[in-house]
């Protein structure tokens, strides 16, 4: 993808710098990185990177219809329905293949697509510790739309956080300490403060929830949701051990789970234009890489 740039790379690279990079990555941290973290990033060429953020548009604009939710309202259980849903997902993940077209072309093609946050702290963090072991030059840069560490972490907790307090906005995921992801959970409140609990720490009075911060009792105004229900729907009495979310709470949600429905179960469909698959063959996917581009 930028051949100079891979060229370089490769020839720098050892594994006793990848072994110090993950020392790095895991400094600090409550537990070492779970799952595997790539020896390279991908560098992208100007061309593809435009392709990348025409195919995210084309894919956004769909989702945006004014009757996306009338049509995808069918798409969510009615056993896993959460009341106080919004007008729109705040994060939308998408999951590129590297592929070759039917003339030969190096083309992005779309994977998967979910209603849901994906590793949105672990990501500036592992670009860091990219550009600090393996020096990538200081002209690529892994965040697009003109922003760079700063703006982007600015950009992160004004919509996670919003008008409230870090402390009023919890990350919840079942048993989060334990998931895979805890890395994210855990950069994302050094980043932005927002604490990381589990479903089990939610308390309930009447229509409001609270959470226990230093044992002093906190009421939540926001949930930056990381709870998939498909890792609860094994345990049919988990609703009478822990707080039913279901309900109409006096909260928002970031992104409410419905949309996790709307989009990641059965958006793929509808979806048309030159990036989404029919025929093509895929040389990689791009989930978990961090991607390089040249900077605007």
């Not at 849903?85 to 072309?105: K, R």
């Not at 994302?188 to 990381?196: F, L, N, Q, R």
């Not at 179960?265 to 093509?280: A, E, V």
Request: charged content about 25%; proline content about 6%.
């Amino acid at each position: 993808m930028i051949p100079s740039t891979r060229k370089t790379y490769n020839a720098n690279f050892s594994a006793e710098k990848y072994a110090l990079f993950l020392e790095n990555i895991n400094k600090g941290q409550h537990n070492p990185v779970a799952f595997r973290v790539a020896e390279t990033p991908v560098f992208l060429t100007a061309d593809f990177r435009d392709k990348l953020i025409s195919a995210g548009n084309n894919i956004i604009d769909t989702i945006l219809q004014p009757n996306f939710k009338e049509f995808t309202e069918r798409a969510i259980p009615a056993k896993w329905y959460v009341a106080g849903e919004n007008d729109h997902p705040h994060f939308i993940a998408l999951d590129f293949g590297v592929c070759t077209d039917e003339v030969g072309h190096i083309v992005p093609k779309l994977i998967e697509l979910q209603g849901f946050p994906s590793l949105y702290g672990f990501q500036v963090s592992l670009a860091d510790n990219f550009r600090e072991t393996f020096d990538i030059p200081d002209d690529l840069t892994v965040y697009f739309g003109g922003l760079d560490k700063d703006a982007y972490i600015q950009l992160l907790k004004e919509t996670i956080v919003g008008p409230y307090e870090p402390h009023e906005v919890v990350l919840m995921d079942v048993n989060a300490p334990d998931q895979k992801t805890a890395i994210d959970f855990y950069l994302t409140e050094k980043y932005i403060g927002t604490p990381v609990i589990s479903l089990s720490d939610l308390e309930q009075e009447g229509n409001q929830l609270f959470y226990r911060l230093n044992g002093e009792k906190k009421l939540i105004k926001r949930i930056y949701n990381r709870l998939i229900f498909d890792e609860i729907a094994a345990d049919p009495d988990i609703f009478n051990k822990v707080v039913d979310i279901r309900q109409p709470f006096d909260v928002e949600w970031i992104t409410h789970p419905n949309w996790f429905y709307r989009i990641s179960k059965f958006t793929m469909p509808f979806l048309k234009g030159d990036y989404i698959p029919k025929h093509s063959s895929c040389i990689c996917g791009m989930r978990y890489l961090p991607i390089w581009k040249i900077m605007f």
